[in-house]
């Protein structure tokens, strides 16, 4: 008797998301509060670790997808989160076409605004906010390949 062969994984079509940025926060359950709240992402997945800590989790803005965890001594990677170090090496570009709004609810939440709302002269209006833990977030509606 022969047994059916498993589903290969179909390939991704051309215009789908490739580049998933995943990062680690000290309270990961406080940077997807502040995530979602303030910058607008969904809740797509959720998986508790051990003592409280954040083992996975994934949240949409559009077609767009993070991933995070905690922080936790075990990281293999041994990424940590930008709060645990002095500076940065890295930022993450969001492309929200309302971004007034978005830079309402910023204020709102009294986050740490790095540049104010603009319009820059390559014709996107945008913003930078630092996250409660450090991560730099520009905001703007630029639509890199669009």
Known sequence: MSQAKPEMPQAAPETAAKIF???RYQDARAAITWLTEVLGFAEQEVYDGPDGTIAHAQLSLGAGIIMLSSSTDDNPLGLISPAAVAGHSQGIYLYVPEVDS?????EKHGA????????????????????????????GTYLPGG
């Open 21 to 23: 940025p995943f990062l």
């Open 102 to 106: 978005c830079y309402q609810r910023v």
């Open 112 to 139: 740490d605004i790095v540049i104010e709302l603009q319009d820059m002269e390559y014709g996107s209006r945008e913003f930078a906010v630092r996250d409660p833990e450090g991560y730099l977030w520009s905001v």
